[in-house]
């Protein structure tokens, strides 16, 4: 497909008022958050989507890499919140990924806190935000989202035993483009509720299967050990730790420990 095709059909699925109405469609990219980051500095409109059809130098969290070959999706869109909005970008945009997968696919994924997204205890999905604030203003906030979509993690060793793939648990495969279409549609929806002060919190705190399980959690300074009690309103989990005193995380990697 080539990069017009793209970025028009997956434009005329959609529902949306501004995200999606300029989507960049590349073959091959470095990764979509530096393109968006780009795009951002020569006065893209909020909206504004990105999209590679396999990136080289994919990003992860915590300065990981990001594998992303042909059949997956990966894709930055340009946001603009409020200050006050931008703690809740990470539920809104895990939201719309787990309603867009159930949407496509009929397959139920859950959210590893902070923001993987699960099938199956298998990372299918995995979000990074990039943001800029100066003087109490968000100049932007990139959201990737990368989907293991049509390929199987099974080979790529290093993946193989850690995730899995929409077309490996749906059996068939997906439409990359109609699942690019229900994501930003819930994304934009998500998205215009949580700024007219409808908060996403509860819809995402159901979808959070982390909840109850005995995890560790790698925060980068230190190995927390314990229960998952719940995760606060402002996205921090709560761990009850096996002494039965609470501690609360802001960021980190979890775990979950099988007996
Ligand atoms: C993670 O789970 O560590 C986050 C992975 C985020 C991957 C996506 S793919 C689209 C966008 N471009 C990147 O380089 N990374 C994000």
Redesign the pocket.
């Given at each position: 497909m080539n990069s017009y095709d793209a970025g028009s059909s997956i434009k005329s699925r959609l529902n949306t008022r501004f995200i999606g109405k300029q989507i960049y469609y590349y073959p091959k990219l470095a990764?979509?958050?530096d393109t968006a980051r780009d795009l951002v500095k020569k006065g893209a409109v909020e909206g504004t989507v990105v999209i590679?059809g396999t990136?080289t130098?994919?990003?992860?969290?915590?300065g990981?890499t990001?594998l992303?070959p042909e059949g997956g999706l990966?894709?930055?869109i340009i946001l603009k919140p409020k200050l006050e909005n931008l703690p809740q970008l990470v539920m809104i945009a895990s939201l719309a990924v787990v309603r867009a997968i159930k949407q496509v696919t009929g397959v139920e994924a859950g959210i590893k806190w902070p923001?993987?997204i699960m099938i199956n205890g298998k990372?299918v999905c995995?979000?990074?935000i990039e943001n800029e604030v100066k003087e109490g203003r968000v100049n932007f906030a990139d959201i990737?989202?990368?989907i293991n979509v049509n390929f199987s993690p099974r080979d790529f060793p290093e993946i193989a035993d850690i995730a899995t793939s929409l077309s490996h648990e749906a059996s068939t495969e997906i439409s990359n483009t109609e699942l690019v279409a229900e994501l930003l549609d819930h994304l934009e929806r998500l998205y215009i509720e949580a700024n007219n002060g409808e908060p996403v919190y509860r819809e995402w705190l159901k979808n959070m299967e982390t909840l109850g399980q005995r995890i560790k959690v790698d925060t980068g300074k230190t190995v927390e050990q314990g229960w998952a009690e719940t995760v606060a309103e402002n996205g921090n989990l709560i761990v009850r730790r096996e002494d039965g005193s609470l501690i609360e995380i802001n960021a980190g990697d979890v775990t979950v420990i099988k007996d």
């Open positions: 990764t979509t958050m590679a990136q130098a994919g990003k992860g969290r915590i990981r990001w992303s990966a894709m930055s923001n993987d990372k995995g979000i990074l990737g989202i990368g």
